[in-house]
């Protein structure tokens, strides 16, 4: 079972900030944050990730809560094209690169 | 550089048939993961393959087999299919090797349908 708990839906305007948050309450501590996304029948595409530290990439940010139960990934500026499902992630580090999905968050930008 | 690349990307099979697809990773990625998608279950992990070894298998009948090729590229076969097994097939590839381990590179999926 997926580790993680995402809410089923959110609607963002274009152009604003998209928050996406994520709860991983039983997180362990050699255990990272991963964040991919999946437009409508392609392969998933690989977001962010991090380890406690916030983490910054040309494509969003990760804020990971100092305690570790929980994330927040942020899209500055949505645009039409970020509509997706997006899927919070945990794992460790080593050894496997196995991903158990939950059912993710499905973001809707509209214009 | 070119992304992963899998082959057919559809394919329409009859039950009791079996199928093979194929999944050539970036290049210099060693790392290559088999996914299944489908709408009632969701994205679920098969298997995952490091330097022509199984590292680790999911939950899946015997009827689901792969392997990795000395040049890293995977294949995954299905045998004796099942109306169940129409799905999205993904594969995943990473620079993951013996130790930590990266993220992964999905390509498109090759979408199976059995009749």
């Known amino acids: 079972d997926a580790k993680t708990t995402q809410p089923p839906s959110m609607d963002c305007a274009e152009g604003r900030a998209a928050n996406l948050p994520c709860n991983h309450s039983t997180i362990s501590g050699n255990e990272y944050v991963y964040w991919y996304r999946q437009i409508h029948s392609q392969g998933p595409q690989y977001i962010i990730h991090?380890?406690?530290n916030n983490e910054t990439n040309e494509m969003a940010s990760l804020i990971i809560t100092e305690d570790r139960k929980s994330s927040t990934l942020i899209l500055p500026h949505a645009t039409l094209r970020d509509t997706a499902v997006y899927y919070c992630i945990v794992r460790v580090s080593y050894n496997t690169d196995k991903l158990i999905f939950g059912t993710g968050t499905r973001l809707q930008v509209f214009p | 550089k070119a992304g992963v690349t899998q082959t057919p990307r559809y394919l329409i099979k009859t039950r009791g048939q079996q199928v093979t697809l194929s999944c050539s990773p970036i290049?210099?990625?060693?790392?290559v993961s088999w996914y299944q998608q489908t709408p009632g279950q969701g994205l679920q992990f098969l298997f995952e393959y490091f330097s022509e070894t199984q590292r680790n298998k999911g939950n899946f009948p015997g009827r689901f087999s792969g392997r990795q090729f000395s040049n890293s590229r995977s294949e995954m076969n299905v045998s004796t299919l099942e109306l169940g097994d129409s799905a999205l097939y993904l594969c995943a590839s990473s620079l993951s090797g013996g130790g930590y381990s990266y993220e992964q590179y999905f390509g498109p999926g090759t979408r199976l349908t059995v009749t």
């Open positions: 290049s210099g990625h060693r790392s």
């Open positions: 991090g380890l406690k």
